[in-house]
């Protein structure tokens, strides 16, 4: 077990009704499935504001509720959304911090209200994410998580300007697409499956969010990557 920083109140989303919650169940359910060689997982959409860093948190939350010990990184260290909502947050050692050796793991790693959900912030925004991600300081961060944990969420940035999300997913047993519908071009889609398979990473699915618009805005499901593959091509988008 490691030592914490400290612990906080972490709340992924304002509310989330019963729909919602029970689609972060059936999500949870899928990942469970896909057996326990998929310990690490990285979440990644192809534009900002496509609920990328909503679903990576809750996705999280919802695998400590069914038990299994969890820790969640925000990996965004350009324009972390969850520092942005958590004012908690802010003043926080986080993953730059640990990344740059400026801090050990005890400094920057969380406790939540939650049982068996922990969580890494992303700290301070430094100048170089890419390097830091690509150090091997990441890779014994990983080692190590992976060595006490039975899953490994982690929220990166968007993969359609940036590739932190595509080095992050180099270390990752699985990566997941969070797809905005009636939002992002299929082509951009391709794009970003494209990249996060030249990294070797496993697609295991897309997320589509918003798929009944406002109303509901927080519905999401997930698509095993053979549906992903039959389905993709019958979206339509405005």
């Known amino acids: 077990m490691f ?19 029970e689609n972060y169940k059936t999500l949870r359910t ?5 057996g326990t060689d998929i310990k690490t997982i990285v979440l990644t959409s192809a534009r900002e504001n496509e609920g990328k860093s909503t679903v990576s948190a809750e996705l999280a939350k919802s ?19 969850l520092m942005r909502r958590s004012a908690a947050s802010r003043g926080f050692c986080g993953l730059s911090e640990y990344l740059s050796g400026q801090a050990e793991l005890s400094d920057v790693l969380y406790n939540t209200q939650i049982q ?8 301070r ?5 890419v390097e830091l991600l690509g150090s091997q300081s990441f890779v014994k961060l990983m080692d190590m998580l992976k060595s006490v ?21 180099s270390y990752c047993d699985g990566a997941i697409i969070v797809i905005t519908t009636g939002k992002i071009p299929y082509t951009e889609c391709l794009e970003v499956k494209e990249q996060l398979s030249k990294s070797g990473c496993k697609i295991l699915g897309a997320v589509l969010n918003d798929i009944y618009g406002k109303r509901t805005k927080y519905y999401k499901k997930y698509y095993r990557q053979r549906e992903y593959s039959k389905e993709a091509k019958k979206i339509k988008y405005r």
């Open 3 to 21: 030592e914490y920083a400290g612990k906080v109140n972490f709340n992924a989303a304002s509310q989330n009704g019963y729909l919602t919650n």
């Open 125 to 129: 925004f430094p100048p170089n994410p």
């Open 116 to 123: 068996n959900f922990d969580v890494i912030f992303s700290g």
């Open 30 to 34: 899928n990942i469970l499935f896909c």
């Open 149 to 169: 944990y039975d899953y490994v969420i982690i929220d990166s940035p968007p993969l359609g300007a940036i590739i932190d999300a595509a080095v992050i997913a």
């Open 63 to 81: 695998l400590a509720e069914a038990g299994k010990k969890t820790v969640f990184i925000d990996a965004d260290m350009r324009k972390s959304v």
